[in-house]
């Protein structure tokens, strides 16, 4: 049969007997971290840039914010968008627990609609708090299959955890975080200036994170915080001193560096999921309630336990690990955190985990090691040791 010159370079048709296709296709993630200061100062065209606007029109973004934030930064946001000709779209939600929810995932769907954005070239922009930014990466990841956005953390548990990464959510049910994507906003832009505004508790709440990346990967950042510790509150933490610079750039990093490997958690053996195997269940029950971060603080006390007890670590390393805790002014224990809520909880990572406990401890300061064989009569002896430590402060505290 003759061939014209069209059919030559046509790939063949399969037959029809062939049944059966494989599909590869690789997903390219590029975005940038960016540490800046002054963010929010007309002069400074990092922000514009990143909106992709250089002021010579006038262009629309939809700004999704944190209630409080807006109170905080609303006339410094106006005059920015002002001087760079941005016309901002404002959707105001609050950034709680309680509220992230899929009902305000919907509703930042909704004000996208409204907005009018085109797919590609108006980021949506999301200032505020860890639960900010994991409501508005999820909406924008099922908003036309996915538009961009960038990411602004207002908190210090934004600028060295939940800001950083690829992953958004919302809780559903009594699970936290059970709906979500992964997807990458265009950059994360991290001004330590916004700490400015934050109470004490909320410093804490984001040294929790940093605390965690000291104990399975550096022993210098761990260092690093024992020095600094009791002076960690907000002015300290926007200043532009070379040693919080370094606790910053070490926590950031080491947390991207541990991320970028496995963005997708292809492998389930995460050492960032340190203080991340019982604190879930105890977040969303807790009464008092308790910060992500605190509740992290207690997961890290029972898993230094269980360190010790493996001799993993030495009982100084355990002291001095549950003695940066507590200086940082984050709790240990907590009424709630009870060994039935800690064996449920276990059992519910176990099912995250894909049928393994893959639960991730201190080997040394500084390192990190998995385990899958912890037993119901482990658990508790560890709670017990964080319980009586905790017993022995609160005596120290009385002497005094």
Not at 9 to 37: C, D, G, H, S
Not at 50 to 70: P, Y
Request: glycine share 6%; charged share 20%.
């Amino acid at each position: 049969m003759q061939l014209n010159e069209s059919s030559k370079f046509q790939t063949p048709i399969a037959r029809v007997q062939e049944l059966n296709w494989e599909v590869k296709a690789q997903l390219e993630v590029n975005y940038r971290v960016t540490m800046t200061r002054g963010l929010l100062n007309p002069a400074d065209p990092a922000f514009a840039q990143i909106c992709g606007v250089d002021g010579s029109k006038q262009s629309k973004r939809l700004v999704v914010i944190d209630s409080v934030v807006l109170d905080l930064y609303k006339e410094k946001l106006n005059t920015y968008f002002a001087a760079w000709n941005i016309l901002p779209v404002w959707k105001i939600i609050t950034g709680n627990e309680e509220t992230k929810t899929m009902k305000q995932a919907l509703s930042v769907a909704e004000a996208m609609t409204e907005a009018g954005l085109l797919r590609r070239t108006e980021a949506v922009i999301a200032i505020g708090g860890g639960v900010v930014l994991d409501i508005v990466g999820f909406a924008a990841s099922l908003y036309r299959r996915g538009i961009p956005y960038i990411r602004i953390p207002t908190t210090l548990m934004g600028q060295v955890d939940a800001g950083i990464g690829i992953k958004t959510g919302v809780n559903f049910g009594h699970h936290k975080n059970r709906l979500g994507t992964y997807f990458a906003p265009v950059a994360a832009l991290i001004d330590p200036e916004f700490l400015l505004t934050l109470d004490q508790r909320h410093i804490a709440n984001g040294v929790a994170e940093i605390i965690k990346m000291a104990l399975i990967k550096d022993k210098t950042l761990f260092q690093l915080l024992e020095k600094e510790v009791n002076n960690l509150n907000p002015r300290v933490m926007a200043c532009e001193c070379p040693r919080i610079k370094e606790i910053f750039s070490r926590a950031i990093a080491g947390m991207l560096d541990e991320l970028e490997p496995n963005l997708w958690e292809a492998t389930l053996e995460r050492s960032v999921d340190y203080g991340h195997t019982f604190s879930p269940s105890l977040e969303l029950i807790a009464n008092p309630a308790l910060l992500h971060g605190e509740a992290v603080a207690i997961d890290m006390a029972l898993s230094i336990a269980l360190a010790l007890y493996r001799d993993l670590i030495s009982i100084g390393e355990a002291e001095r690990a549950l003695n940066l805790i507590n200086q940082a002014g984050l709790p240990l224990i907590h009424q709630d955190f009870t060994p039935e809520l800690i064996e449920k909880a276990l059992d519910d990572s176990v099912k995250h985990r894909d049928g393994f406990q893959r639960v991730p401890l201190t080997a040394g300061i500084g390192n990190v090691t998995f385990v899958n064989d912890l037993t119901k009569a482990e658990l508790n002896t560890a709670l017990q040791y964080v319980q009586q430590y905790m017993s022995r402060i609160y005596q120290q505290r009385e002497a005094v």
